[in-house]
Every structure is written in structure tokens, then in C-alpha cells.
């Protein structure tokens, strides 16, 4: 479990570089991230063992944003 926490904060602060990278405050991009989060938690309670209804709608989902 500590393993996937690290992998979690660790791909959270690299979306934090490369937003910082372009220019964005600390506080717009920990918003950026905070709604990647979001999304991606979101999309999780989605898939089994969870299979809940989606509460983000197609296209604006975390699938969408890695396509």
C-alpha cells in the first residue's frame, strides 16, 4: 500500500512540474492537480469492485483526457 501512495505522490508532482513549467502560480496549478485527482478518483469508484454510475460526463472524464 505505501508503494502505490508514493507512485500516487509522485505522479501528482510531476503534473505539478510541468504545470509550474509553464508558467502557472503555485496555487493555480495545486488547483490543476487537485482536479486531475479528482477526475481520476472519479473515474476509479467507476470501475470494479466499486461499479458506481459516472458522475462526470463522457468527454470530460479521466479516460477522455488520456485519449
Sequence with gaps: M???TQQIVAKAWNFAHVL?????SY???TEQ???LL???MAHEVTQPPHN?????PKGLDWPS???
Design 20 to 24: 509550474r513549467d509553464d508558467g502557472l
Design 2 to 4: 505505501a508503494e502505490n
Design 52 to 56: 458506481k454510475p459516472a458522475i462526470v
Design 27 to 29: 496555487m493555480a496549478y
Design 38 to 40: 479528482f477526475l481520476k
Design 65 to 67: 483526457i488520456l485519449a
Design 33 to 35: 492537480i487537485t482536479f
